[in-house]
């Protein structure tokens, strides 16, 4: 599972640089036959957790895999950009996260094997939710890897919170209630006016629940079809910002920062009744929250439709000694039977639609949450989603509009954040 960087401990300036110094590339063939694989990952993918190394090793006895991982996937990527500058130093895999999926479609191609012209591409995109595939493909149609994870978004919610301020705690009828923004907003005016309320708590987490989640739902988010950026232009902006700001001028928020550690533990302190959740935030959730929490938090969709957070693909690199072993690492790994061992066994919502499908994915429930039937409401969400243009800069787009969101929450006027925001975006993306 891929989550934000902020969630990763700093590995520090001198580990990248001996990383780099290092370098995790020179796969090459023991005197007995043997092939090892290298491959560079990030953050947990969970592929050796689930003992799908050894399975497959097992299978292939003539091959042995190591893997390399970077805690943090900003240390990794800036290490994996010295090494695609350079043309040495690269793995055989190549693990790529959502952040920087656009960056290496638009610049870093042609390092990479494409599988769109593999003899079985059929077979090996078919099974993928089209956008999972569209966000790895060029303008050419070349398509730089296979997606492992995805992030399917829901509302999670305090069951417990909201009985104590007199709202529906049915997720079906909250599903109905916020079916739109604009309905989520007058749950939370309810909330707020409880004179019932639990005292010190807020109905939504941070403005950025409500902005992340709602500005892919429009016909563009950041970019335009091309992958330049359109903050100013961007239906997807306008409206997540106009309801994420209300929700901030309007003291729906804690106001906290995802990730920090006062976000961390307001979990357990029951702060905050409402979050936008992908679905690997479960386990984060319940880790922060604490089994005491169990049967507290709950999951109901998420308003506006679909949307997405999170989500990763492998990539061959075309400079591997062994690429045609790599391939079908790759290919074995991402199928579907892998990614619904990668659900049951931890928890990896999958990319594939086919895997997603599948009753052990479909019909699963999360006992922590109120036994909600988290397959089939992240199924829907990963169903219901299309492709948004996505670009380089989406990250820094992204921060700059949730850090302003932030003032908001404190009292600066709507407009003047906005446009705060898009002066520093402005400064990032030299446009």
Partial sequence: MTVPPRRRA???????????????????????????????????????Q????????????????????????????????????????????????????????QNHADAFVDFAAEGNADELLGHYYDWKVEEATTSDGRVIG?????????????????????LPTDRAQLAQLWSTWEGYLEVGRQYEASPTKPE??????????????????????????????IPESSDGVATAWQNASVAAAEDMTANLIQFGDEWNAAFASGAFATISCPAWMLGYISEQAGEDASGAWDVAPLPGGAGNWGGSWLGVTESSEHKEEAIALVQWL??????????????????????????????????????????????????????????????????????????VAQGTAPDDAFQAALAEIEQITGG
Wanted: aromatic share 10%; hydrophobic share 40%; net charge negative.
């Fill in 10 to 48: 700093a590995l520090g300036a001198a580990l990248v640089a001996s990383l780099l110094a290092a370098g995790c590339g020179g796969s090459g063939s023991a005197d007995d036959g043997t092939v090892t694989l290298d491959v560079g990952l990030f953050g947990t993918f969970g592929f050796e």
């Fill in 50 to 105: 689930a003992g799908l190394y050894d399975e497959y090793m097992r299978l292939h006895p003539e091959i042995r895999i190591e893997e390399t991982s970077v805690e943090r996937s900003a240390d990794y990527y800036r290490a994996l950009q010295t090494r695609l500058a350079a043309g040495s130093g690269l793995a055989d895999v190549q693990g790529i996260e959502i952040g920087f999926v656009a960056d290496v479609v």
């Fill in 146 to 166: 296979l997606g492992t994870d995805a992030g399917p978004e829901a509302m999670c919610f305090r069951r417990d919170l909201f009985e104590q301020a007199g």
């Fill in 200 to 229: 010190g708590t807020s109905f939504v987490d941070s403005p950025a629940s409500v902005f992340s989640a709602a500005v892919y739902q429009g016909e563009t988010a950041y970019d335009d079809a091309d992958g330049n950026p």
């Fill in 334 to 407: 991402t199928a579907p039977e892998q990614q619904i061992r990668m659900f049951t066994e931890e928890a990896h919502f999958p990319s594939s639609q086919e895997a997603a499908e599948d009753p052990q994915v479909a019909d699963a429930v999360n006992e922590y949450f109120s036994g909600a039937p988290v397959g089939q409401i992240f199924g829907d969400s990963a169903a219901a989603l299309r492709f948004t243009p996505i670009g380089p800069y989406d990250t820094q787009i992204q921060e700059a509009f949730t850090n302003a969101l932030s003032t």
